[in-house]
Structure formats: structure tokens, C-alpha cells
């Protein structure tokens, strides 16, 4: 479960360095950052306990870049998937993109900070050439999140 615990500057610059590499030496953080081994080790255990640290994957707090996120399902026009997937690739607020099955043919999952933001990207997504409609949600929260085959926190 994600914790309340806000990140300090120090902990923003850990997590920045653990998302470019998670496997990077606490010895070399401690270097990068400035602080000794022991301090880092704490900060690290730290952020683990309160949830923005799972496994080798940074958790990115609710106050920055993804506070607001949405799946938005995509319905393309027959034989324009590829055409589709081209242009959607560089609208850097789209983290995942899924083809499915079903009712639509793509689920993109977007991230930004702010709903007036995710408007802009799902309007964007709506009038690329090969897109027929789309349909939204916007995320309210996240109640469990599962990585591999770990139990749910």
C-alpha cells in the first residue's frame, strides 16, 4: 500500500537515480547523492516501508507527473492499427498502449498532472486519422497493485 510519506528533494534525486537504474549500488547512490551508505540504506528502507519503492520499480507519488491518470479504449477503423499505433507512440503522456479484444481495439493508459491535461491527450488521440471513437475513465484511485506473482499489498 502506497504511504502518505512525502519525498524530500534527496529522496526525489534516490528515486530518479533507482528508476534510471534499480540495480545501482548503494555505495554508488550514496557517491551520487552525497551522503553515506548508511543514510542512503535508511532513506531506501524508508521509502520502501511507505510503498514508493516495490521490488526493483519506483511507485511515482499521486503529486507528480501521473496524478491523474485514464484508460482510454480506442476504436481504429478497419486497417489502420499500425498507422494508429505510429502516431500515438510519441504523445508522451501515454504509458502503456494495449491491443485487446472486444468491443474496442486498443487501451491506452495515460498519465498527467492534471484532468485539463488528460482532456488535451484524449481530444489528440480523437482526431488522429484511423481513430473511430474513444471512450474514458479516469482513474479515482488505486485499491491493490500486484507485481509478477507477488500477493497483493
Do not use: C, W
Not at 551520487?32 to 520502501?48: D, F, H, K, N, Y
Not at 516495490?54 to 491523474?68: M, S
Not at 502516431?87 to 479484444?101: D, M, Q
Request: no cysteine; hydrophobic share 45%.
Amino acid at each position: 500500500m502506497i504511504g502518505i510519506m512525502q519525498p524530500d528533494e534527496t529522496d526525489k534525486a534516490l528515486l530518479a537515480l533507482l528508476e534510471g537504474n534499480a540495480r545501482i549500488s548503494t555505495v554508488a547512490l550514496a557517491r551520487r547523492v552525497g551522503l553515506s551508505r548508511t543514510t542512503v540504506q535508511s532513506r531506501i528502507e524508508r521509502m520502501e516501508r511507505a510503498g514508493l519503492i516495490a521490488g526493483y520499480t519506483t511507485v511515482t507519488p499521486a503529486h507528480d507527473a501521473d496524478a491523474v491518470r485514464a484508460h482510454v479504449m480506442i476504436t481504429v477503423t478497419p486497417r489502420q492499427a499500425a498507422s494508429v499505433e505510429a502516431s500515438l507512440r510519441p504523445i508522451r503522456e501515454i504509458r502503456e498502449l494495449h491491443a485487446v479484444s472486444g468491443m474496442v481495439d486498443m487501451i491506452a493508459i495515460v498519465g498527467a498532472g492534471s484532468t485539463e491535461t488528460i482532456n488535451r491527450v484524449i481530444d489528440r488521440i480523437g482526431m488522429l486519422d484511423g481513430v473511430e471513437r474513444t471512450t474514458s475513465a479516469i482513474i479515482l484511485s488505486t485499491r491493490f497493485r500486484r507485481r509478477g506473482g507477488e500477493p497483493a499489498s
